[in-house]
């Protein structure tokens, strides 16, 4: 059961655009959601993290608005930049059990 | 850097065979997660341990088991191995045991044939 659903698979982005991924939830017990970049070869990295009781958090480029009432959240990418260009996963968490969804390949195109 | 090492990075092995997978946590962090990356089922959680006792299980099959040592390190042990266990196998680490954010290794990429 796929409890984080996560859109688009892929994204193409021009560069100076706004990058919007999508992703849903249906466990209400969750209270922490997490963005992770990952780039080739490499793991996972914590890019911003937002919890429930906030409806939105920005860090530099990277915001995330978070609606508990629709138990969705989205990370949005002002400004994409061609180093931005990595696969994106939102996560879900309760105590200590992280659930990703399936990711977002992000492209940004010159 | 996170401050995870993995080793090996690479791993290819036949079918049938047994393999360990090691993961070195970051210093401090006493908590260590184990997860499988593979093309069409994303990240899974596999396993957590704190301070070298189990905290949690995820989609960890019977063949496969996991310990954390005294010293913190962790080893995946993965037995019987199936073509389907080819897949990315990524150990995390954090501070707690909880509500603490994952630092993530850069895997060990598993072939088997």
């Known amino acids: 059961q796929q409890q984080v659903k996560q859109s688009p698979q892929s994204l193409i982005v021009q560069k100076g655009g706004i990058s919007i991924i999508n992703c849903a939830y249906e466990n209400t017990a969750f209270d922490y959601f997490p963005w992770y970049q990952q780039f080739p070869g490499k793991g996972p990295a914590l890019l911003i993290a937002i919890r429930p009781d906030v409806s939105e958090k920005k860090e530099g480029r990277f915001t995330i608005s978070f609606n508990k009432s629709a138990k969705q959240f989205s990370l949005h990418i002002m400004d994409s930049q061609p180093g931005d260009s990595a696969t994106y996963f939102c996560a879900a968490s309760t105590a200590s059990k992280l659930t990703f969804g399936t990711g977002t390949r992000l492209q940004v195109t010159l | 850097d996170s401050g995870v090492t993995q080793t090996p990075k690479h791993l290819i092995t036949a079918t049938g065979q047994r393999v360990t997978l090691r993961c070195s946590p970051r210093?401090?962090?006493?908590?260590v997660y184990w997860y499988q990356q593979s093309l069409d089922q994303g990240l899974q959680f596999l396993i957590q341990y704190y301070n070298g006792e189990e905290r949690a299980k995820g989609n960890i099959l019977e063949r496969f088991s996991a310990q954390q040592f005294p010293d913190l390190h962790s080893e995946l042990n993965l037995s019987s191995l199936e073509l389907g266990d080819s897949a990315l196998y990524f150990c995390a680490s954090s501070v707690a045991a909880t509500d603490s954010p994952l630092h993530f290794g850069n895997g060990t990429r598993l072939t088997v044939t």
């Open positions: 210093s401090g962090d006493l908590s």
